[in-house]
């Protein structure tokens, strides 16, 4: 039973709650099925219970594995790299308790060797140990057969089967059949343990990187929280601030009480300019106010001392005159009170001006700094917010790391085992049903793989498929299939199926075109094909050289100038590397060029034909077909000959062929047994029911002899059939 991680533990737990490492649902149980069969898992396996090197006892019919019943063991002197990729096999003739015949064939000559003494082999060197606890005796040979690891591990792979006994249930069945009782239960046992102890060392190593993550993480946030802190001192020292909102509340006292001084200190001005316009000149005597409660003691005791003087003054006018000495004497002490109560005003003055510009200087330093609080706490906030995070980040990872530490001493396995491995004993099959079940299928399998093959062929193979695809198009013939060793040209008088299968191809193309009325260009024949690779060109000369063949003259011209072959085949078979591809390209470009001029008569195996051909390629192979001398061509060359065969270019790929198919008294189509696809014929139907090409007519090339549709597969045509000594007894 595979059991669940959500039980509290585990190091994943520590790294749920983070959201990068979150997951909205439990791994599925096929994964884990998929973990205990995987080719890697199953490697540990072999290793495990060694099941790469088998020991194996001939019997009277068959040998039989000795699983845990060998009396030796085989020690290869070898890394591990090596030693699991050996595929090496010997005999082994046990003699005594201490020596044996070693033989790497069963019919090699023995040769006596000696438990635990190195054996030479081609990997290196290898020992036999013997088995201290076996207790059998030595009576048969003993072959070991050791396998690569990855060999027996892909084995097992394809033979264990595990599965759920029933739909989303947790309980998991796992079976594996095996000739050894034994050896079948300890593969499913060891399958068992292994992947408990691979799940308990997933979860540990999970758990202790766990720990490594969180402590990382711990030591950036310290770092983080160090540089948030110097933040905040720096920040404090460079502004010189403490506590931000208590220094701004005695910043706005301290504003309020200059302003308050600064109002007194200009109401104590407008009292001395006061005190300056009452004292007016010192020809004129008048009071002046003495109780405006100025700041400066003197002042006002001159103003005092000054008023009580005049009053005085007055007194005297009343009962003398103006020029009485005391009146004179007054006037003069007034005059000089007066003199030293402006001086005093004025330095009253002077000295308020300089209060007041002080205390404006300092208003606007307190305003300034006023202004750059809300500043100041904003980015004083932001980095107290900045420290608030990395500290519960902080404490988050010190309670993680503890958590996951806990799991380190507490991992619970990952299964249950309910059962151990047992079995449901030997498996007896009647013979009867074997045989006719491998009767039955020796049928089914070959009519399969036929009935398969035909299934998913698309394409044409012969003249009877080609006439289901196109049933209103004639077909001239079939070409056959060549080997490397036939000549792929027909020759004069020449027997062989390919010149027959032309010679039929000629007969047929007779009959038919007695029944069709051509107007012009009547013995012009286009050869054209769907694709390329059809064999247009290879029909194209042979067809030729069988109408030459019956004494009539006939020219072939090369047409398909994006891709010239009649050239390139002459030339081969002429084996002239000096021979000049002039021909139709120059003819179309340069008016001056004749039509014999381009045209070179040849003989090939002993059949006269005269050749155009293509020319060099053009750049502009479509603009120069659409040439008005094309016309002067066909007009001079159908005069001048019985046949003229003309190879073009395939009809799909290039529009070439349907540019010049006006000069075409008849076309051959030319398709491809095991090459053309049936559903590109449909393009072979559309043109035929647009009249883009005169007179289509079909021929099938690269048939093979078995699916020809002629008496030429017979041999009726060919060199006399040699009999055997039995035919020719019989006949």
Do not use: C
Not at 91 to 112: H, M
Not at 290 to 297: I, K, Q, R
Not at 382 to 411: C, H, M, V, W
Not at 512 to 523: A, S
Request: net charge negative; charged share 25%.
């Amino acid at each position: 039973m595979l059991l669940s991680d959500n039980d509290g533990t585990g190091g994943a737990n520590a790294l749920k709650e983070l959201s990068l490492f979150s997951e909205n649902e439990e791994a599925a149980i096929e994964d884990e099925i998929e973990v205990m069969t995987s080719r890697t898992f199953m490697k540990d396996i072999v290793k495990k219970l060694k099941l790469n090197t088998q020991y194996f006892a001939s019997g009277r019919v068959n040998e039989y594995e000795l699983y845990k019943t060998n009396p030796f063991n085989v020690n290869f002197i070898l890394s591990d790299s090596i030693a699991d990729n050996i595929s090496y096999s010997f005999y082994i003739d046990i003699i005594s308790d201490t020596e044996f015949n070693f033989r790497v064939l069963e019919e090699d000559i023995p040769q006596k060797m000696t438990f635990g003494k190195n054996i030479s082999t081609e990997y290196g060197s290898m020992v036999l140990i013997p088995r201290e606890d076996y207790q059998g005796v030595y009576t048969t040979t003993i072959r070991v057969q050791i396998s690569p690891v990855m060999e027996i591990a892909t084995l097992l792979n394809s033979t264990v089967f595990v599965s759920p006994i029933a739909k989303s249930s947790k309980v998991l069945s796992i079976y594996y059949e095996d000739n050894v009782l034994q050896k079948a239960k300890d593969v499913i046992n060891t399958v068992i343990e292994t992947y408990n102890v691979i799940t308990l060392e997933k979860k540990n190593i999970r758990s202790e990187n766990t720990v490594k993550f969180i402590e990382k993480r711990i030591d950036s946030i310290t770092y983080d929280l160090v540089n948030v802190d110097n933040n905040i001192v720096r920040y404090k020292t460079v502004n010189k601030i403490t506590d931000v909102a208590s220094e701004a509340g005695q910043l706005l006292a301290s504003g309020t009480q200059n302003e308050q001084q600064i109002d007194g200190a200009k109401t104590e001005l407008r009292k001395l300019n006061y005190m300056t316009e009452s004292l007016g000149d010192n020809s004129s005597f008048s009071p002046i106010p003495s109780n405006l409660g100025l700041g400066d003691a003197s002042i006002s005791t001159l103003s005092s001392k000054y008023n009580e003087l005049l009053r005085e003054r007055d007194n005297k006018l009343k009962s003398a005159g103006e020029r009485n000495p005391i009146v004179l004497e007054l006037n003069e002490t007034l005059r000089g009170i007066k003199q030293n109560l402006s001086s005093s005003i004025k330095n009253s003055k002077q000295s308020l001006g300089i209060q007041i510009n002080s205390l404006q200087n300092q208003s606007t330093r307190l305003s300034s700094k006023i202004y750059a609080v809300p500043g100041q706490e904003s980015k004083l906030r932001s980095i107290e917010r900045k420290q608030g995070i990395k500290e519960q980040i902080y404490l988050f990872l010190l309670e993680k790391r503890e958590e996951a530490a806990i799991t380190l001493t507490a991992t619970t396995p990952n299964l249950k085992i309910i059962d151990d491995a047992y079995s449901f004993g030997d498996v007896n099959m009647d013979g009867k049903i074997l045989y006719i079940g491998a009767f039955f299928l020796g049928f089914l399998i070959p009519f399969g793989v036929i009935y398969t093959k035909d299934l998913l062929d698309t394409k044409i193979h012969n003249r009877e498929d080609l006439q289901r695809e196109i049933k209103n198009i004639s077909i001239l013939g079939e070409v056959p299939r060549l080997s490397k060793s036939d000549k792929d040209l027909v020759e004069r008088n020449d027997r062989s199926v390919l010149s027959e299968s032309f010679r039929i191809i000629r007969t047929n193309f007779d009959f038919i075109i007695r029944g069709r009325e051509v107007k012009n260009y009547k013995n012009v024949i286009f050869v054209t094909s769907t694709i390329n690779g059809e064999g247009k060109s290879f029909f194209s000369m042979n067809m030729a050289l069988t109408l030459a063949n019956t004494n009539k003259k006939v020219l072939l011209i090369g047409a398909d100038i994006r891709n010239p072959q009649v050239f390139t085949k002459i030339k081969n078979i002429e084996n002239n590397s000096e021979l000049k591809g002039q021909g139709l390209t120059e003819f179309i470009v340069d008016k001056s060029i004749e039509v014999k001029d381009v045209i070179s008569s040849h003989s090939i195996n002993n059949i006269e034909i005269d050749v155009m051909y293509s020319g060099a390629i053009p750049p502009n192979p479509a603009e120069l077909l659409m040439s008005d001398r094309l016309e002067e061509l066909f007009d001079t060359v159908a005069a001048d000959y019985d046949y003229v065969m003309v190879d073009t270019a395939p009809s799909m790929l290039v529009t070439d062929t349907l540019l010049i198919s006006k000069y075409a008294g008849h076309t051959f189509y030319v398709t491809r047994a095991g090459y053309t696809e049936k559903e590109i014929l449909n393009f072979t139907k559309e043109i035929h029911a647009d009249n883009k090409l005169n007179g289509m007519m079909l021929v099938v090339n690269d048939v093979d002899q078995s699916n020809f549709g002629y008496g030429a597969r017979y041999g009726y045509y060919g060199a006399p059939e040699k009999k055997g000594w039995f035919s020719r007894k019989k006949a």
